[in-house]
């Protein structure tokens, strides 16, 4: 008999679950990034602000009339191709995933995020502009707790696109927090197979991930121009493979970035669900509509407890 189930990990965890609470952490000062819009090509100033505990993580439109907030939640989803957006009436932010994964993966539950355009600075391609940004004002705790969601049955998302082949399940935590598998495979010379491994922790984050870069292949490019996207940006700006597998104007940070970037944005997504998490994810070709369509189901599956803890469990 296997000493490493679900179900024993879920005994122990049972015995624990109420007791688990995290301090709640914001800024200890405000920071901007001043960057390019990928999508739209648009200049655009994000700032980073403290914020009370409870808060959230709180997008505030501040070029709109009576500076509309949308809090970054599952909740305020929009369906977008390729990227994450969320919106409330009007107000709409685009590519949330590269900005929120830093912040989910350092801990930081509240924070006002002041940005003057409909869509997210894209810097590198990566979250290392965030992540710098973040550094130079660090995060402070605030006097109140966050109880993470605990992942206690498995919950698996396998969507009919890629021919079924595409999944993304989590199951209970072997550790005390989120730890993630990507499993990337492209028919393609440059990237092929990849595959990458992380407990998602503020060092982890900074050394491992922060830098992956989003990636493109040069035939999809003329497409995504033709719909007015990407348009600013030259191929030092991401990863932009060629049909033989070289990558244009750029050298790889990691052999496998690529499935380092995938794991990136499943980071971002998560950080939607408004709380930590703590389970064990495999994500094998998952795009954004599989993280977000799992985000939805562990949210639907949540159970608050009179503690104030959060379990998810009786997943059919
Ligand atoms: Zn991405």
Known sequence: ??????????????????????????????????????????????????????????????????????PARFEFLLHQNRRTAIGRGNAIIEMTEHLLAPLAALGITSAYIDIDSDETPAGDGSSQVYLDAIDRVGTRTLDANIAPVIIREPIRINEGIDEGTASIEIRPPSIRGLRITYDLAYDHPGIGEQTHTEAITASTFRQEIAAARTFVLEQEVSALRSMGIGLRQTSRDLLVYRADGSIIENNLRYPNECARHKLLDVVGDLALLGRPIWGDLHAKKSGHRHNVALVKSIFEHSVQHPGGSVSVRNVA
């Open 1 to 70: 008999m296997s000493g490493n189930n679900v179900a024993d990990r879920s005994t122990i965890l049972s015995s624990i679950i109420d007791e688990i609470a995290l301090p709640e952490r914001t800024l200890a000062g405000a920071v901007s990034v001043r960057g390019i819009g990928f999508v739209h090509g648009q200049d655009v100033t994000v700032q980073f602000r403290p914020a009370p505990a409870g808060t959230g993580i709180v997008f505030v439109r501040t070029d709109l009339p009576n500076k509309p907030s949308v």
